[in-house]
């Protein structure tokens, strides 16, 4: 069973720092890694994956996160944080070596850009 | 690319009463998946479907059921409703084994 731990509730940025929100991951097999975010009363929009290769993702809108596998994290960055990028955040994993096990996501982090 | 849309919006039901979730897929997409995402929760897997077949189940009960169509359409049906069953319903689908899923805005189902 795969299962994902975003450790943080709330994160608080001020607009122009650099942001993160931390995500740790748990699964048998070959981890296929995700970032989503959510904005009120809306669906979750695709941000980045990782699949295979370099360990350093880039995604939509300037976010960029890094596969750890020995630390088995996924942490989501940005440069510098924009006062639009506040929503909820959700890390995802699926088992890459399994084609019919679902995406399992972290319980959210919701991301506040202070301008 | 997401185009998936679904059906209806919101809906406001009783408890026990039945109710019907609709979802269009994305063109090309053969897996769809449903999930419940409570007020404050992470989005939960209840079910996914591959080329007409049930093939994931998560932990709800049989009251949780559904059907993919040929054309990729699919329908999430909950019998006799639960105060607990309020939350937002959301429908996703993927192209491929290794393709981010693509959601759907959700049906927020409130149960009176």
């Known amino acids: 069973a795969q299962s994902v731990a975003q450790p943080e509730d709330q994160v608080n940025v001020a607009e122009g720092n650099p942001l993160t929100v931390k995500c740790t991951y748990s699964?048998?097999?070959?981890?296929?890694l995700f970032w989503y975010v959510q904005y009120p009363n809306r669906g979750l929009q695709f941000l980045l994956k990782?699949?295979?290769?370099?360990?350093l993702v880039k995604g939509s809108y300037g976010f960029e996160a890094e596969f750890n596998k020995s630390q088995t994290s996924f942490h989501l960055k940005k440069p510098s944080a924009l006062v639009s990028d506040s929503a909820l955040y959700f890390c995802a994993v699926r088992d890459g070596n399994s084609g019919n096990t679902p995406l399992v996501f972290g319980k959210g982090t919701r991301l506040s850009v202070i301008a | 690319e997401t185009g998936v849309t679904q059906s209806p919006t919101h809906l406001i039901k009783t408890r026990g009463q039945q109710v019907t979730l609709r979802c269009s897929s994305q063109?090309?997409?053969?897996?769809v998946s449903w999930y419940q995402q409570a007020l404050g929760q992470g989005p939960q897997f209840i079910f996914q479907?591959?080329?007409?077949?049930?093939?994931g189940r998560g932990n709800f009960p049989p009251r949780f059921s559904g059907l993919q169509f040929p054309n990729y359409s699919s329908e999430l049906n909950v019998n006799a409703l639960e105060l607990d069953d309020s939350a937002l319903y959301l429908c996703a689908s993927r192209r491929d084994r290794a393709g981010e899923l693509f959601f759907g805005e959700g049906s927020r189902l409130t149960v009176l």
């Open positions: 063109s090309g997409h053969n897996t």
């Open positions: 699964v048998s097999g070959n981890p296929y």
């Open positions: 990782y699949i295979t290769g370099d360990n």
């Open positions: 479907y591959y080329r007409e077949e049930e093939n």
